[in-house]
């Protein structure tokens, strides 16, 4: 039995040996045919100099690894061969017997013959010789797909929307009809006034007219399948958050610049009778503060209580940064954050387009009515969702907004009062 085992062996290892070499000759035939293709091209200089010595360098550094990998192997069959010499000396105080051994040095060539192949490219043509070449192990290298575990944050990332809305500085309430009617003081005549004994009251009368608003609604809706519903976490929870808040700035718009045509909102500064400011600085130094004061003083001239003034962020900034000719701050009680002038609460929002003013009396000049307030419907039943599994998510709301008395509010841009302030 050992015989045939040590036969067995001789032939395998006679077998390694002779691959090695064949590879090894068809290595050397296509190096040396490159080598001359090169050289042609030196010759004719169809190449730059630098896509040459790219290309010989690859060449080198392909042969200097196929070199390497076949000092390896024959590393492995020297050793192999000195572990049978080592037992003809006495290997059985080692504890084996000449089957182990051989079996062992069998099962080792056995290993060099069946590893991967490791291939030598010169252009298009392959040499390759059975041997695994043994490299360091990257993320990019050694892994497929997510091998590695991933952390995911739950839930959408999206720009945040702004903080604060109209409706939180404007008197809310809720209707039960569609429509709102009111009666308004249109003009009034005489007046209120002493008499002496004897004499008559001085007579006064008053115009009325019936007022209507119509409720308005806003929104929008999305259509989505319901295996995007099931399988992206979060997804509903993101869409009712994400448009709920896109709802607030389409109403803030809508509040201050809908044109009441179209089914729009009549909006605050688009009314025919808001009030528009009107210099009485009589000042050539005159600055946005200067501004913003006066608008609320005209206001208060006309008998309101002006407790909003409404600008843009970076009119804002420019209040805050306003300096003298010395550069010192006109305002540094300003400098770290809200603003009152006058009374009024300067709230600074990009519902209001930059370089324009809006002050008021907020609690008297208007009111904002839900009809119905802010809602989310999830439905299967609009067009084909319910045969092609879509879900339809409709987010809207339907409000009634009085603008009792526009003139409580006045209007007007920074470029224009400046101007006229400093005529």
């Known amino acids: 039995m050992n015989e045939e085992i040590k036969k067995e062996f ?25 080598m001359e293709k090169l050289n042609a091209q030196i010759q004719d200089g169809s190449k730059s100099d630098e896509a040459l010595k790219t290309e010989l360098k690859n060449i080198t550094e392909k042969l200097n690894e196929s070199l390497k990998a076949q000092g390896e192997s024959q590393k492995h069959l020297d050793e192999m061969d000195r572990n049978i010499q080592k037992f003809a000396k006495g ?13 062992e040095q069998k099962s080792g060539l056995e290993q060099i013959m069946n ?3 490791s291939q030598f490219k010169l252009d298009g043509d392959i040499s390759e010789f059975r041997l695994k070449v043994v490299g360091d192990m990257t993320s990019s290298a050694n892994l497929t797909n997510d091998v590695a575990a991933q952390t995911r944050i739950p839930g959408v990332i999206y720009a945040p929307e702004r903080p604060q809305h ?9 209707i039960g009809t569609g429509d709102l009617r009111y009666i308004e003081e249109t003009a009034k005549e005489g007046a209120v006034d002493v008499r002496q004994e004897g004499a008559a009251y001085s007579q006064s009368d008053v115009d009325l007219e019936e007022k209507s608003v119509t409720r308005k609604s806003i929104g929008t809706y999305l259509r989505v399948s319901r295996e995007m519903l099931e399988d992206v976490t979060g997804l509903s929870a993101y869409l009712t958050q994400r448009f709920g808040k896109l709802l607030r700035v389409k109403e803030d718009q809508q509040l201050l610049f809908g044109t009441g045509l179209s089914g729009q909102v009549q909006g605050i500064t688009t009314h025919s009778s808001v009030g528009e400011w009107t210099d009485t600085l009589a000042d050539s130094n005159v600055n946005r503060f200067d501004v913003l004061a006066a608008a609320v003083v005209q206001g208060m001239v006309a008998h309101y209580v002006p407790n909003i003034i409404m600008i843009h962020p970076t009119d804002g900034q420019h209040i805050r940064l306003a300096k003298d000719t010395t550069g ?13 002038i006058n009374g009024a609460t300067v709230v600074e929002s990009t519902a209001i387009t930059s370089g324009t003013f809006l002050t008021g009396d907020f609690a ?18 609009n067009a084909d969702d319910f045969v092609k599994d879509f879900v339809t998510i409709k987010i809207n709301e339907s409000v009634v907004f009085p603008i009792y008395r526009p003139d409580a509010f006045i209007t007007g841009t920074f470029a224009n009062a400046l101007a006229l302030g400093s005529a």
């Open 10 to 34: 001789d032939a395998l290892n006679d077998k390694v040996q002779k691959a090695q070499s064949d590879k090894f000759n068809q290595l050397e035939k296509a190096f040396d045919e490159r």
């Open 91 to 103: 290997g059985a105080k080692h504890g084996k017997s000449l089957t182990m051994l051989l079996e």
């Open 115 to 117: 590893r991967e192949i």
């Open 166 to 174: 109209v409706r939180e500085f404007i008197a809310t309430g809720v």
């Open 328 to 340: 010192r701050y006109l305002f540094p009680q300003y400098a770290g954050g809200g603003i009152t």
């Open 364 to 381: 008297q000049g208007c009111m904002l009515y839900d009809r119905r307030a802010p809602e989310i419907l999830f439905s299967t039943e």
